[in-house]
Structures are given as structure tokens and as C-alpha cells.
């Protein structure tokens, strides 16, 4: 009976496991004093990355479809037991609902020396994941849930990429009538008149295919409400500021915005009645 609960046990920890992509590793455990004292906290980061997992470190840049759904991932903790002769650590992890998924059995160590006990005690307690055999293994409603995501951010740029191209065609009629105005009250003044005025036309605008990148990598550094592209030299090329959408940036002191589309980083802007596009190379 003993040796069947112990099976049933390791498949039902292995299956529950593999529904999750990541493992959160804290900057410090609750035991410690100082954060990642010991090394203990880059030691649990490494054993979950020798038995399968992708482990992060607390308050680093998470990979985007974690970002979208943080039950992706697990948060681990370290527990430490009493014990009068001995160390006595366990490994626990929780999910995003603060539900504990797995707990390891208790690892020990008697050694007298703290750092040599901490190390030796918790290797022991990551032993049970050898045995677990962790491989990812998605659910279901995660692809969906990041399928949906994704769509609905795509949705959200293409949206207002045409709210921007809406308002620059507001701005340039505004303008245009603007040049008109000037030119009929020039008319009216007694001088004489030795051409008849006639107001530009306007041309039809036409989408034109982007061309690729015709100057070299733009460096993106950040600045208040946005991001300076500078080149090599360093010389500040565009400013831009940052949008409601994802990735669609205004251009700063010019009828134009920056977007991406792919891979690519896109420069749309309006010249000689002409919507132009180009391809940039943009370093972040």
C-alpha cells in the first residue's frame, strides 16, 4: 500500500507540474536574513533548471505570454523546519491562485556550519524532482487564453494605427484650408495682381510598398513619455512618443508615426501629398 501511495503520488505530482511553463525563484526566502544570502536563492534557480524547468528570477523581464498569463508560472518557496541537530528544508511551490502544488520531502543535513547545511539540505529536497520527470506540457486553455491575446493586441494596433492616420489626414486638410484662407485674403488687398491665384491640387494619396532601411541601426534610449533614436555618432534622429497601442510610437514635431509591423519597424509620414514608408532598423 505504502509503495502504491508513493506511484500514485509522483504521477499525480508529475501531471500537475507539467501544466505550468515557469518557476519564480524569490530574491530571498523568509529563513534568510539577506536576499539570495548563501547563494541559496541561485542554487534553487539552478536545480529547477537542471531538472527541466525554466526558471526566473523575481522582478526580471518575463517572457511576453507570461506577462499575458501569469498562471504560467509557479512561485517557489523554501521552507526550513525546526530541528535541534539537524537542517531540515523543504521545497514548495504555488500557483497564480496561491494554491500549493507540490511540496518535496523534507531534505536534511548535519553539518554545524550554516552555509555548508543550507547547500547540503536543500540539494537533498530537490532530489524528488529526479524522479518526478517534469516536461511541460500545455493546457488547453493556456493556447487558447494566448491565441485570444495575441488576436486582441493586433486588433488594438490596427485600430489605432487608423485612429493616427485618421488625425494626420485631419491635420493635413486643416492646413491645406489654412493656405487656402491665406490666399483668398491676398486677393482682396488693392495691389495689383499680375498672376491669378490658384490653389494647389490635391493629390490622391496612394499607399506606397516600405523601402528598406537605408541608414544604419538607430539606438533606442528612453526618455520621458517615449524613446531618442540616436545613430552612431550619436546624433538624435527622431524623437517619439509612446501611444495607447503596443509598439505604435507619434513622431515628435512631425506629421508621422512609428509602428511594427512583423519583424519591422515602420516610418509613416506624409510628403508632397504622398504617404511614404519606410523600413528602420531600431535597436531597444
Sequence with gaps: ML????????????????????????????????????????????????????????????????????????????????????????????????????????????????????VEALRNAFKSFESIGYTYTPKESHTVAAVQTETKDQNQVVEEIQKLKQEIQTLKKEKETQVVAAVQIKEKEPEPIKETPMVKEIKTVKAVVPEKPSSGILYAQEIENGFQLVDSSPKVVYRIIATGANNVFLIENRSGIIYKNGNDWVLEYYSDDSLKQEVLEIKF
Design 3 to 118: 509503495l502504491a501511495l508513493v506511484v500514485v503520488s509522483s504521477a499525480y505530482s508529475q501531471s500537475g507540474l507539467n501544466d505550468y511553463k515557469y518557476v519564480i525563484v524569490p530574491n530571498k526566502f523568509d529563513f534568510l536574513k539577506e536576499k539570495d544570502e548563501y547563494r541559496l536563492n541561485s542554487l534553487a534557480a539552478f536545480l529547477f533548471k537542471k531538472y527541466g524547468f525554466v526558471a526566473l528570477k523575481e522582478g526580471e523581464t518575463y517572457p511576453s505570454d507570461l506577462d499575458s498569463n501569469r498562471c504560467l508560472a509557479l512561485r517557489s518557496d523554501v521552507i526550513k523546519d525546526s530541528g535541534l541537530f539537524k537542517t531540515k528544508l523543504q521545497v514548495e511551490l504555488k500557483d497564480c491562485n496561491d494554491r500549493i502544488v507540490y511540496t518535496s520531502p523534507v531534505g536534511q543535513s548535519r553539518e554545524k556550519e550554516f552555509k555548508k547545511a543550507y
